[in-house]
């Protein structure tokens, strides 16, 4: 059996245990059929759809398949109207990666080519993208809470809707993935996506703002092949779901050499060793990684590095440009000591690189040090591909938006003295 991807404060898909019981609504009559481009509602407005293989331009199919969808209303024609879906499935120009076995740990995925922080990996459409947080309406029990059985029933119902929608052949990969969730009274299609699950909450936010930011608004996605992916706790990758190609996407986060294996967290990425180690427990096993194993030291590198992070605020950037007297290396100074901590650690994978490296970019083109802009717009670049897909169409309104700021520091330190 193979450590299947899950949750986690980076990965998170269905965090272990999320079982929101305090919103009480019911799933009545789960009904199937098989149409793909039909849709089916629930009493409690749960929607089980297909976003369909085809689309009127071929070049935007997917031959591996269709992704069958548990949404609310609204949310499939947001995803259909977004100008350009779809772009279709991206692919690295090279194919990247191959499944082999890993001694011990089942299968893994392993680099067929040197890759480079940004680089797509591999993308595909998940099988099936579902709530990450079921409301039940079940009587509560004696402890004013429903009952978990009946929680999980109501829960694997919904599924069952949407996995019996399915191509026979998704179904069967579906069933075949890895379940971590056997001993703790999960039915098997719900521990399946327990077990798999990535985020998809940020991808359907981004499409439907209307999306609430509480449990209910939060989405898992299952890709059949990304499952095979292990877990590091300094990982060389990241998954994010991308809406406008509706894909999950795999993204190198570090330089990656050929027959390297490829890893992504399954757990937050800045939690001490035990705090990781708690949510690695339910994958059923024990991380060694050097992090793990030299936990004092490793510990204390990430709980620093989340407090640099946490200085290092948009307010003191702006105040950093507005401020003449404030040294130039005022914020650089201190996105330096992030950085070299990330790199001790090995985590590129954390939101905090990706936001030194927009920190770096912006600072150099508002003090306009033309010289390195070109290879702070192209780190920048890369990191918000690993932060929202290389097919975002964000990315080019982010890069449009960070040139604003260029001579910014300068024109607004002039101004400022012309005041005086
Ligand atoms: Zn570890």
């Given at each position: 059996m193979c450590q299947p991807p899950g949750s986690g404060a980076e990965v998170d898909g269905l965090s272990n245990g999320l079982l929101d019981l305090h919103l009480h609504e019911t799933i009545a009559g789960v009904l199937r059929e098989r149409d793909p481009n039909s849709s089916t509602v629930n009493q409690s407005g749960y929607i089980w759809t297909t976003i369909p293989?085809?689309?009127?331009?071929?070049?935007?199919?997917?031959?591996?398949g269709e992704t069958e969808c548990i949404l609310r209303g609204g949310m499939k024609e947001a995803i259909l109207a977004q100008p350009g879906f779809s772009c279709g499935v991206p692919a690295p120009l090279e194919t990247a990666h191959t499944i082999n076995p890993v001694p011990g740990r089942g299968l893994g995925m392993f680099a067929t080519r040197e890759l480079r922080y940004g680089d797509l990996i591999f993308a595909e459409r998940p099988l099936i993208v579902a709530p990450a947080a079921y409301m039940t309406r079940a009587p509560p029990t004696e402890t004013g809470e429903p009952s978990l059985e009946w929680l999980f029933m109501e829960w694997e119902d919904l599924l069952k809707a949407a996995v019996g929608r399915m191509s026979t052949e998704n179904q069967e990969a579906y069933r075949a993935l890895a379940n971590?969730?056997?001993?703790?009274?999960?039915?098997p299609l719900l521990g399946i996506m327990r077990t798999n699950g990535f985020s998809a909450s940020e991808a359907l936010l981004q499409v439907f703002p209307g999306l609430s930011d509480g449990p209910e608004g939060r989405f898992s996605a299952v890709g059949k092949v990304l499952s095979r992916v292990n877990h590091s706790c300094a990982p060389n990758a990241t998954v994010v779901m991308e809406p406008l190609s509706f894909t999950l996407q795999l993204i190198a986060v570090k330089p990656i050499a050929l027959g390297d294996e490829i890893t992504v967290t399954?757990?937050?990425?800045?939690?001490t060793q035990k705090q990781r180690q708690a949510q690695l427990d339910s994958y059923g096993f024990t991380c060694e990684c050097p992090a793990c194993s030299n936990a004092a030291e490793s510990d204390e590198r990430r709980t620093k590095i989340a407090e640099i992070r946490k200085s290092l605020g948009e307010h003191e950037f702006e105040m950093w440009i507005r401020e003449?007297?404030?040294?130039?290396?005022y914020l650089m100074k201190h996105v330096g000591a992030m950085i070299d901590l990330i790199y001790e650690e090995g985590l590129q994978a954390a939101t905090e690189y990706a936001y030194a490296l927009e920190l770096t970019a912006k600072s150099i083109c508002a003090a306009g040090h033309i010289g390195n802009l070109i290879q702070a717009t192209i780190a920048y670049k890369a990191a918000l591909s690993t932060e929202?897909?290389?097919?975002?169409p964000r990315i080019q309104d982010r890069l449009a938006d960070f040139k604003s700021y260029l001579l910014k520091r300068t024109a607004d330190s002039e101004s400022h003295q012309e005041e005086e």
């Amino acid at each position: 059996m193979c450590q299947p991807p899950g949750s986690g404060a980076e990965v998170d898909g269905l965090s272990n245990g999320l079982l929101d019981l305090h919103l009480h609504e019911t799933i009545a009559g789960v009904l199937r059929e098989r149409d793909p481009n039909s849709s089916t509602v629930n009493q409690s407005g749960y929607i089980w759809t297909t976003i369909p293989r085809s689309f009127l331009d071929a070049r935007c199919n997917d031959p591996a398949g269709e992704t069958e969808c548990i949404l609310r209303g609204g949310m499939k024609e947001a995803i259909l109207a977004q100008p350009g879906f779809s772009c279709g499935v991206p692919a690295p120009l090279e194919t990247a990666h191959t499944i082999n076995p890993v001694p011990g740990r089942g299968l893994g995925m392993f680099a067929t080519r040197e890759l480079r922080y940004g680089d797509l990996i591999f993308a595909e459409r998940p099988l099936i993208v579902a709530p990450a947080a079921y409301m039940t309406r079940a009587p509560p029990t004696e402890t004013g809470e429903p009952s978990l059985e009946w929680l999980f029933m109501e829960w694997e119902d919904l599924l069952k809707a949407a996995v019996g929608r399915m191509s026979t052949e998704n179904q069967e990969a579906y069933r075949a993935l890895a379940n971590s969730h056997v001993n703790d009274g999960s039915p098997p299609l719900l521990g399946i996506m327990r077990t798999n699950g990535f985020s998809a909450s940020e991808a359907l936010l981004q499409v439907f703002p209307g999306l609430s930011d509480g449990p209910e608004g939060r989405f898992s996605a299952v890709g059949k092949v990304l499952s095979r992916v292990n877990h590091s706790c300094a990982p060389n990758a990241t998954v994010v779901m991308e809406p406008l190609s509706f894909t999950l996407q795999l993204i190198a986060v570090k330089p990656i050499a050929l027959g390297d294996e490829i890893t992504v967290t399954y757990c937050g990425l800045l939690d001490t060793q035990k705090q990781r180690q708690a949510q690695l427990d339910s994958y059923g096993f024990t991380c060694e990684c050097p992090a793990c194993s030299n936990a004092a030291e490793s510990d204390e590198r990430r709980t620093k590095i989340a407090e640099i992070r946490k200085s290092l605020g948009e307010h003191e950037f702006e105040m950093w440009i507005r401020e003449p007297s404030l040294p130039e290396d005022y914020l650089m100074k201190h996105v330096g000591a992030m950085i070299d901590l990330i790199y001790e650690e090995g985590l590129q994978a954390a939101t905090e690189y990706a936001y030194a490296l927009e920190l770096t970019a912006k600072s150099i083109c508002a003090a306009g040090h033309i010289g390195n802009l070109i290879q702070a717009t192209i780190a920048y670049k890369a990191a918000l591909s690993t932060e929202l897909g290389v097919t975002s169409p964000r990315i080019q309104d982010r890069l449009a938006d960070f040139k604003s700021y260029l001579l910014k520091r300068t024109a607004d330190s002039e101004s400022h003295q012309e005041e005086e």
